[in-house]
């Protein structure tokens, strides 16, 4: 009774698979996924379609047709069905649920893509590599780094990409565009993925560990990166040298020490650097902000790195050693210019006369016997010094300090150098009687 009733509500039925059809039409539709027949093409690109709508559809990605309006934000979508899957943003609706974790979401293929994180599902490979995906988009973008296409360009610069995802993100970069704020501390971002794993800061969420050594990480990506500290891989190599890298941006940060490359400006005075963190400590000086302390002494830096070597005056730490004689030193390049006692090397010539020099501040004090700068001014009369410690030392002739006593008589001095030449006074007394 109810097959017939079926058969009356759907009259028209499949000769190849029994699928049954109320319009004529949409059997008419169907068959062409058997036949394969695509007749209707597009007139731009190469592309076909089995129903004249669809390719009414696509044609929109070609023309940036948007005819479908958001009547709550004013934004427009080539599909109707985009539109109403968007409006779920503003009512907050999500009639599609996960039957086994029970989440919620606004479009079931969304959720039907979060099945597979459940099963584990991979349906699409790729034919190159064998890498296989749990969504199609992913593995087509994938692709593409075989193919090297890169489809989405940016209007305003030549960048182009390979997801039209990052093409939208990048475009922020552009227009200073952040979507997506904190609701702890209001700091907003360009990415939500960079928002969530901003959000773990204030709940102290860790969920990537490393299973060699324990460490956990906010992001899947710094795990990837630490693991490789375990490894030893370094997939990215150096084009120009035999440098190899863990990272893709070291890579690309170590290539403008080649390229002369720097990209990042000082907007009060000009100045550019190879490396924004750099230019944001050169912004320091400029504003005289001090954000790391000492927690034993109370001296304030501008750069981290800085106060943790300042650190090591208090705890006596000396982690670098001379493979040569032993001795140890405070700070990586301190002994390394040490090593250059024993290998007489002298890096640094001046262009001027044939002197060289091993350490490059040398070279560079050295350079203003030549060119008669001299860079550190008193401030309360006229004098300007080559070097800043002779400025300092003649600061004392204004304020009366005199740091430096002879441990025989009661004299004291400027300089040490002045108080060094009284002890011989001393010295010489002695040997005359």
Do not use: W
């Amino acid at each position: 009774m109810n097959s017939k009733a079926d058969t009356n509500k759907k009259p028209h039925a499949c000769e190849v698979c029994g699928s049954s059809f109320t319009r004529k039409y949409n059997l008419v539709i169907h068959n062409r996924t058997h036949t394969g027949e695509k007749p209707y093409a597009c007139e731009i690109c190469s592309s076909s379609f089995a129903e004249k709508q669809s390719m009414v559809k696509h044609m929109r990605t070609h023309t940036g047709e948007k005819p479908h309006t958001c009547e709550i934000c004013g934004s427009s979508f080539a599909q109707k069905k985009t539109m109403l899957t968007h409006i779920r943003m503003h009512t907050g609706e999500k009639p599609y649920s996960c039957d086994i974790c029970g989440s919620f979401f606004a479009e079931k293929q969304t959720m039907l893509s979060h099945m597979r994180t459940h099963t584990g599902e991979k349906p699409y490979s790729c034919e190159i590599c064998g890498s296989s995906f749990t969504h199609k988009q992913s593995m087509l973008q994938h692709k593409r780094v075989h193919t090297g296409e890169r489809p989405y360009s940016c209007e305003v610069c030549a960048s182009s990409f390979t997801s039209k995802q990052n093409l939208i993100i990048h475009v922020r970069a552009h227009t200073g565009e952040k979507p997506y704020s904190c609701e702890v501390c209001g700091a907003s971002f360009t990415q939500r993925q960079t928002m969530l794993e901003h959000m773990q800061t204030h709940t102290g969420e860790k969920p990537h560990s490393c299973e060699v050594c324990g460490s956990s990480f906010t992001r899947k990506y710094n795990l990837v990166i630490h693991i490789r500290t375990h490894t030893g891989e370094k997939p990215y190599a150096c084009e120009i040298c035999s440098s190899s890298f863990a990272e893709k941006q070291s890579m690309l940060k170590h290539m403008r020490t080649h390229t002369g490359e720097k990209p990042h400006t000082c907007e009060i005075c000009g100045s550019s650097f190879a490396q924004k963190q750099t230019m944001l400590t050169h912004m320091r000086m400029h504003t005289g902000e001090k954000p790391y302390s000492c927690e034993i002494c109370g001296s304030s830096f501008a750069e981290k790195q800085t106060m943790l070597r300042h650190m090591r005056t208090h705890t006596g730490e000396k982690p670098y050693s001379c493979e040569i004689c032993g001795s140890s030193f405070t700070h990586k390049q301190s002994m390394l210019q040490h090593k250059r006692v024993h290998t007489g090397e002298r890096p640094y010539s001046c262009e001027v006369c044939t002197s060289s020099f091993a350490v490059k501040q040398n070279m560079v004090k050295h350079m203003r016997t030549h060119t008669g700068e001299k860079p550190y001014a008193c401030e309360v009369c006229s004098s300007s010094f080559t070097r800043k410690h002779h400025m300092l030392e003649h600061m004392r002739t204004h304020t009366g300090e005199k740091p430096y006593s002879c441990d025989i008589c009661s004299h004291s001095f400027i300089t040490k150098h002045r108080m060094l030449r009284h002890m011989r006074t001393h010295m010489t007394k002695k040997l005359c009687i």
